[in-house]
């Protein structure tokens, strides 16, 4: 299963290796399901291995480093019910790492996410001025922005961006049989997010979003029931992902129907759905669907937020209705 999205930061790190500047901290963004931490597990075998040609994934470091257990590799991640790395795993660590000197060779610590306290971010600031000789530490996360400017112009950095979805398709296919078009649809190109998704059971959430959201434009459903149902549920982020690709979807059938305006027997058969609202209104519910997704994490009311999206949709389908 060779992540094939990650060959161009793999041979970064490797060169960089090979010339004898493999960086004493990389930042590795990387959103969840892109294979963070698999670049990361890399870059501890290149730092680790001996061979000639490292990563070579034949020695024993690259075989203890696979297994999780090479003595010298360190894994900071979260405890407990903490959403943030806290102050004393950074001591810890760093405690940890000078006692290691004393081998004399290389050590790896990879801490992910990289989202710390601000306290935490202190004590990782003063081991990154004064870093040991052959330590590396290796910060993964997805939102870079929530480190401070300080620790981040520290760090080599390496983005991982989504690979493109036919080669994304691709390679899922080949990994096992299903419906990863829908997945995509919910998920977006994360690969190894996609893999570790149940794909039935993200087609019949798709489906119950579409109904969800042409009973609303038709001014027939429940919005408060529904908007209740959502809020208590597990799955709001794959429903607004169900919902933006929704209206993602029929933004771009009304556009082409536009472009061939001129063609009266393609307008005949554009897809029912491509009504009634108009592209302003989808483009303004669109906005509010990724505006709610956003404040999603956060704590409000998720009921009322629900309610006032759906409210957007049954009183635009009804504006253009009657227009
Ligand atoms: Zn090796």
Known sequence: MDAFWLVEQRAALQRARMAGRFPPALLIQAAAG???????????????????????GQCRDCQRVLAGQHPD??????????????????????????????????AVAILQPADMTEAA???????????????????????????????????????VAPPARAATLEWLRHQRDADWEAVLDVLGNAPLRALQADPAALTKLRRECSAVLADAEAG????????????????????????????TGRIDALMRARASVAEPRTIAH???????????????????????ARLAAKPINKGIAI????????????????V
């Not at 554009?270 to 519910?285: G, T, V």
């Not at 309610?307 to 009657?322: D, V």
């Open 34 to 56: 892109m294979g963070g931490d698999l670049l990361a597990q890399y870059a501890a075998q290149l730092a680790l291995c001996r061979a000639d040609r490292p990563a070579c």
């Open 73 to 106: 590799l360190y894994q900071v991640g979260l405890l407990d019910e903490s959403k943030q790395l806290r102050v004393e795993q950074i001591r810890e660590l760093t405690a940890e790492l000078v006692l290691s000197s004393h081998g004399g060779g290389a």
């Open 121 to 159: 971010a202190n004590a990782l600031l003063k081991t990154l001025e004064e870093p040991r000789p052959g330590a590396s530490l290796v910060l993964v996360t997805a939102a870079p922005s929530n480190l401070p400017a300080t620790i981040i112009s520290r760090c080599m950095r390496l983005r």
């Open 220 to 247: 027939r459903l429940d919005v408060a029931g529904v908007a209740a149902q959502w809020a208590r549920g597990e799955d709001l982020e794959l429903r607004l992902a169900c919902v933006e690709n929704w209206v």
């Open 270 to 292: 554009l897809p029912a759905a491509s009504a009634p609202m108009n592209i302003a209104a989808l483009i303004r519910f669109h906005d509010s669907v990724r505006e709610l």
């Open 307 to 322: 309610e006032q999206l759906l409210w957007q949709l049954a009183r635009g389908g009804a504006a253009a209705l009657q």
